[in-house]
């Protein structure tokens, strides 16, 4: 199985060394296709605002709904990630050497969001790259059969494990 996984401690890393990544792999050449989150700080809805960028041009799609500080629920807008899964389909069919996922989450977990673009691509033996947090972990050690590499949260290291692969 050609896929891997980084998890960085802190709130955003994995987001910034993902976005990280992404900017290098294409100043190398190298058709990266996917998502990376950008965390943006809002002042009156909660902690952030997230948005992801569909790889390699864009759109920005926010996937966070704003719900009022005080809200304790999952702010995902589902509609949003089935839309950034659609853009991120649509860019995959034009070809890619490289997939990259920002995160593999509750929704990932569950069987939805990204998960069939993800064995999709498995299937087509392409590398795909995916974040990942602790709480999800063991869905996708399941989802992967135990066979993802896991990978420090460097740029260098994630980079050479992609030219690895092409």
């Known amino acids: 199985m050609n ?63 704003s719900l009022g500080r005080a809200a304790r629920g999952c702010r995902l807008d589902q509609g949003a990630l089935a839309a950034a899964v659609g853009q991120v389909e649509a860019t995959l069919a034009h070809g890619a050497d490289v997939v990259i996922i920002n995160k593999f989450g509750r929704h990932e977990a569950e069987g939805h969001g990204f998960r069939d673009l993800i064995a999709e691509t498995l299937s087509r033996d392409l590398p795909v790259l995916v974040g990942l947090n602790r709480l999800n972990e063991p869905a996708f050690r399941a989802f992967t059969g135990g066979l993802a590499v896991g990978l420090r949260p460097d740029v260098d290291e994630l980079a050479d494990w992609v030219e690895a692969r092409l």
């Open 3 to 65: 896929i891997g996984y980084t998890m960085a401690p802190g709130r955003g890393d994995t987001d910034l060394v993902l976005a990280r990544l992404a900017d290098r792999l294409r100043a190398w050449g190298i058709r990266t296709c996917g998502t990376v989150q950008i965390n943006r700080e809002c002042e009156d809805s909660g902690p952030c605002d997230m948005d992801v960028k569909v790889l390699p041009d864009g759109p920005l799609i926010r996937i966070s709904q």
